[in-house]
């Protein structure tokens, strides 16, 4: 990872919520998901980041790789988002988020009271 706009371990930690973020506009081929994760401040990671998490969310069904041929040059993998892989980014999201409002309220010394 080069140049992230936050500490790397935030970074691994939101990668696999990220690589699901990158794919909500349509499928796209492993260095144009690293592409849309640099340009969004998470770093320009290497393929050796990447392509695990690519691997592990396709395994567990959040994403389908499929085969598309090249148009002059070499044929890729290019990655979509399944309706499970959108709902577990809904959810994860959500968590976030309230891991966010968490930490916000404990710095702000406010006690929880469930």
Same mark, same amino acid.
């Given at each position: 990872?080069?140049?992230?706009?936050?500490?790397?371990?935030?970074?691994?930690?939101?990668?696999?919520?990220? *690589?699901?973020?990158? /794919?909500?506009?349509?499928?796209?081929?492993?260095?144009? *998901?690293?592409?849309?994760?640099?340009?969004?401040?998470?770093?320009? /990671?290497?393929?050796?980041? /990447?392509?695990?998490?690519?691997?592990?969310?396709?395994?567990?069904?959040?994403?389908?790789?499929?085969? *598309?041929?090249?148009?002059?040059?070499?044929?890729?993998?290019?990655?979509?988002?399944?309706? *499970?892989?959108?709902?577990?980014?809904?959810?994860?999201?959500?968590?976030?988020?309230?891991?966010?409002?968490?930490?916000?309220?404990?710095?702000?010394?406010?006690?929880?009271?469930?």
């Amino acid at each position: 990872m080069t140049d992230a706009q936050w500490p790397p371990t935030w970074v691994r930690a939101a990668l696999d919520l990220a *690589v699901l973020a990158s /794919l909500t506009d349509g499928p796209l081929h492993g260095y144009a *998901v690293a592409q849309a994760l640099d340009g969004h401040g998470f770093g320009l /990671l290497k393929g050796g980041s /990447l392509y695990p998490v690519l691997g592990r969310l396709e395994e567990a069904g959040d994403v389908e790789a499929s085969w *598309v041929e090249g148009q002059g040059g070499p044929g890729r993998r290019e990655y979509a988002l399944t309706t *499970v892989g959108r709902d577990r980014l809904e959810h994860d999201l959500a968590a976030w988020r309230a891991l966010g409002d968490t930490l916000t309220t404990m710095s702000a010394g406010e006690m929880r009271h469930d």
